[in-house]
């Protein structure tokens, strides 16, 4: 099948060249660059092709999360703001200046169709960092003291 060419092509796709960001009509103009794609897709109704791009996004979107919650997990920048009790909330100038911080990474930008699931996941991240600050033992001067 011609719309399967169309899939193909997507999966083949690297999330740099064609990433879930990008809205339907800009990866289906990027995928028909590729010789012969364009000619495989002639006559394929655009329905088709979009419930298509709809199936890959979902999917490189559930990617693209795991992708940016694993590099939460390691990102330097989340200590301040876990130690913010409105940033733990998603709110506040702490939380906001995290979100600055992060907005430079692909890996944030990738979850742009969901702001909402990438909100949920920095809040989640930033609550678990806050746990493990707090569980932490303290170290006290008299700790020290001989």
Known sequence: RRS???SDALL???VDEVGPELPFQKALQLLSLRPGVEARLRGVPETV???RWEDWRRLRLTEAAESFQSWLR???HL???AQNTAALSGVGPAYEALCEKLSSDKRYMR???VP???TKLIIARLQEAAAEQLSKPSVRASDFEE
Do not use: I, V, Y
Request: glycine share 0%; no cysteine; proline share 5%.
């Open 116 to 118: 909402s699931q990438r």
């Open 79 to 81: 200590s301040e703001a």
């Open 111 to 113: 979850l742009e169709p």
């Open 12 to 14: 083949q796709s690297s």
């Open 74 to 76: 390691q990102s330097e």
């Open 4 to 6: 399967s060419a169309f």
């Open 49 to 51: 092709l979009k419930q």
